[in-house]
């Protein structure tokens, strides 16, 4: 069975300043997603980037990164230049692409923002 | 695109009634899923459907909850003669059949709280 896993509970970053976020996942499996899911207050799920397991560039948008490092099983968001609307739990998440359409979540990180 | 709607938002419940969610996926999306959520935990995985059929169960999903889709549009979740541990966030959330990446989006969820 596929695991996700956050080591981070919590982290705290000062206003203007950057961050990572880590993960790392267990899989047999070579086709996959990864996504970076954010969860403000407001609880509702947002996607903030997505990885593609055959991809070997990482993803970008806008402030936020991820470095995939596929033998390793890692996969690690960076925010640049934090703002305070990035304060929110970061969830990490795997999904098989061969069709099992279970999301498997980590745990969560809780992001602070300093300002 | 108005997004995934839940309904109702909260709910407060006297241990061993029923109750029953709604959710509205996103236009012209053929999958729909529900997760379960409590605090400080990621989203767990509980069904999922394509169009009206149900194809995957969680075994958390014990036989007071059932789920369906009669049309393929909305769908409904029930909980049966709700216990205490039955308190948490319910997901709902939808993804067109392709073109999505296996991305998922998400309700703002539906709190139930048994007391």
């Known amino acids: 069975a596929q695991t996700v896993t956050q080591s981070q509970p919590e982290m705290s970053v000062q206003e203007a300043e950057t961050v990572t976020l880590s993960c790392t996942y267990d899989?047999?499996?070579?086709?996959?997603?990864l996504f970076w899911y954010k969860q403000p207050p407001s609880r509702q799920m947002i996607l903030v980037i997505r990885?593609?397991?055959?991809?070997?560039q990482n993803a970008t948008e806008n402030r936020f990164s991820v470095n995939f490092q596929k033998a390793a099983k890692s996969f690690s968001l960076k925010i640049s230049d934090s703002q305070l609307g990035d304060a929110a739990m970061y969830f990490c998440?795997?999904?098989?692409?061969?069709?099992?359409?279970?999301?498997?979540f980590g745990t969560g990180t809780r992001l602070t923002i300093i300002p | 695109d108005t997004g995934v709607s839940q309904d109702p938002r909260h709910k407060i419940t006297k241990r061993g009634q029923n109750v029953t969610f709604r959710c509205d996926p996103i236009?012209?999306?053929?999958?729909l899923y529900w997760y379960r959520q409590t605090l400080g935990q990621g989203p767990e995985f509980l069904t999922y459907?394509?169009?009206?059929?149900?194809?995957?169960k969680s075994r958390l999903l014990s036989d007071r909850f059932s789920a369906e889709r009669p049309k393929g549009s909305f769908s409904t979740l029930e909980i049966q003669r709700t216990e205490q541990g039955d308190s948490a966030m319910y997901l709902c959330?939808?993804?067109?059949?392709?073109?999505?990446?296996?991305?998922?989006?998400f309700g703002e969820g539906s709190w139930l709280t048994v007391v």
């Open positions: 236009s012209e999306h053929n999958r």
């Open positions: 990885q593609e397991a055959y991809k070997q």
């Open positions: 998440a795997y999904v098989s692409n061969f069709g099992n359409e279970k999301l498997t």
């Open positions: 899989t047999s499996e070579s086709d996959y997603y």
């Open positions: 959330a939808s993804r067109p059949g392709q073109g999505s990446g296996n991305t998922i989006y």
């Open positions: 459907f394509q169009n009206e059929a149900q194809l995957e």
